[in-house]
């Protein structure tokens, strides 16, 4: 898999509001102003743009729901259903530069 570039890692193909309102409320509750799919990124986008995850500093896991497709006669492929898929981001305020070697 190539890796993704820090373009890449700030866009998003979906959005949930629900998940937009557990970030708000944990980003009030730390005491931290980041904004939901602007300063919360998982671990992989983190890096992405140049950022690493503070040791001992934990995630908010949140839940996607991701479209379900399988091929039909024609070789086309066709949404089927949804399932949930689990993921943990970290905000702003949880992440450090990464200094050049």
Known sequence: MPKMTSEQAQ???GYSSANAAVLSAVAE????ACEPYKQFFTYQRWLAQGF??????????????IAITKK?????????????????????????????V
Request: aromatic letters at 8%; hydrophobic letters at 25%; glycine letters at 12%.
């Open 52 to 65: 690493q995850v503070q040791k001992g500093e934990h995630g908010i896991r949140l839940t996607s729901w």
């Open 72 to 100: 039909d006669a024609d070789g086309n492929e066709v949404v089927t259903g949804r399932r949930p898929k689990g993921y943990t981001v970290f905000c702003k305020c949880q992440v450090k530069a990464i200094e050049p």
């Open 29 to 32: 509750t730390k005491g931290c």
């Open 11 to 13: 866009s998003f193909s």
